[in-house]
Nanobody, 123 residues
Framework: QVQLVESGGKLVQAGGSLRLSCAVS????????MGWFRQAPGKEREFVAA????????YYADSLKGRFTISRGNAVNTVYLQMNSLKPEDTADYYC????????????????WGQGTQVTVSS
């Protein structure tokens, strides 16, 4: 059973930075492509970023390029999301997801999900 546990979410002021972590257990981490999604209250789940199994390729939502960075540490079974220049509209629950093949922007194609971590950006 693959388990994903997000951490790092908190209240931060606009313009600040946060790094989210997602620890993966239960299987070989390097076997999974990873993605980050977010969901604000009353809105649909939104793609944030994805990274391939090796970490060699990354993908971002166009609106977030330049502010968010996804990375992974295969030795520590963790994927990260560095978020800079945060804005109030970044407020959401952030989820990590895993799949053995897919590294893209469709949440329907990811197999495993974490429970989410809450990020609140105050103005």
């Amino acid at each position: 059973q693959v388990q994903l546990v997000e951490s790092g979410g908190k209240l931060v002021q606009a313009g600040g930075s946060l790094r989210l972590s997602c620890a993966v257990s239960g299987h070989t981490f390097s076997s999974y492509a990873m993605g980050w999604f977010r969901q604000a209250p009353g809105k649909e789940r939104e793609f944030v970023a994805a990274i391939t199994r090796s970490g060699g390729s990354t993908y971002y939502a166009d609106s977030l390029k330049g502010r968010f960075t996804i990375s992974r540490g295969n030795a520590v079974n963790t994927v990260y999301l560095q978020m800079n220049s945060l804005k109030p509209e970044d407020t959401a629950d952030y989820y990590c997801a895993a799949d053995t093949v897919y590294a893209g922007n469709s949440y329907l194609r990811y197999t495993y999900w974490g429970q989410g971590t809450q990020v609140t950006v105050s103005s």
